[in-house]
C-alpha cells in the first residue's frame, strides 16, 4: 500500500523559508514523478513543484520559479520543497501526489487519481 506522508508545515513571516518533507512508502518503482501541489481556500489546487526520481529532473510552476527547490532524498525515499522567499500568496493546504513517470512529471492533471498525502499548512503573515 502506498502512503505519501507530508511534514514541515508551519507560520512563517513574508520573506521567511520553510521545508516540506514528503516520505513515501509502498512505492516500490524507482521511476517514478514526485510533485508538490497546493491549495488555498476558495481556489484550484495547482501544481507547484515535480522531480522524476529516475534522473532528479525538476519541473517547476512559474509562480515559484527562482524561490521553490524541489528534490530528493533517493536512501530515504523522501522528496523535499525548499521554500524562500514566502509570500502571502503561498499560503495553502500543500500536498505530495507520486505517479508513473509517463508522461513528463511537469503535466500537472496527470496525478489526478494517482497516489495523494494528507497535506501540510502552510500560512505567511504579510
Known amino acids: 500500500q502506498v502512503r505519501l506522508v507530508e511534514t514541515g508545515g508551519g507560520s512563517v513571516q513574508a520573506g521567511g523559508s520553510l521545508r516540506l518533507s514528503c516520505a513515501a512508502s509502498?512505492?516500490?518503482?524507482?521511476?517514478?514523478?514526485m510533485a508538490w501541489f497546493r491549495q488555498a481556500p476558495g481556489k484550484k489546487r495547482e501544481g507547484v513543484a515535480g522531480?522524476?526520481?529516475?534522473?532528479?529532473?525538476?519541473y517547476y510552476a512559474d509562480s515559484v520559479k527562482g524561490r521553490f527547490t524541489i528534490s530528493q532524498d533517493s536512501a530515504k525515499n523522501t522528496v523535499y520543497l525548499r521554500m524562500n522567499s514566502l509570500k502571502p500568496e503561498d499560503t495553502a493546504m500543500y500536498y505530495c501526489a507520486a505517479r508513473p513517470t509517463f508522461p513528463w512529471c511537469g503535466s500537472w492533471s496527470d496525478y489526478d487519481n494517482k497516489y495523494w498525502g494528507q497535506g501540510t499548512q502552510v500560512t505567511v503573515s504579510s
Open positions: 509502498g512505492y516500490t518503482s524507482e521511476r517514478n514523478c
Open positions: 522531480i522524476d526520481t529516475s534522473n532528479s529532473g525538476t
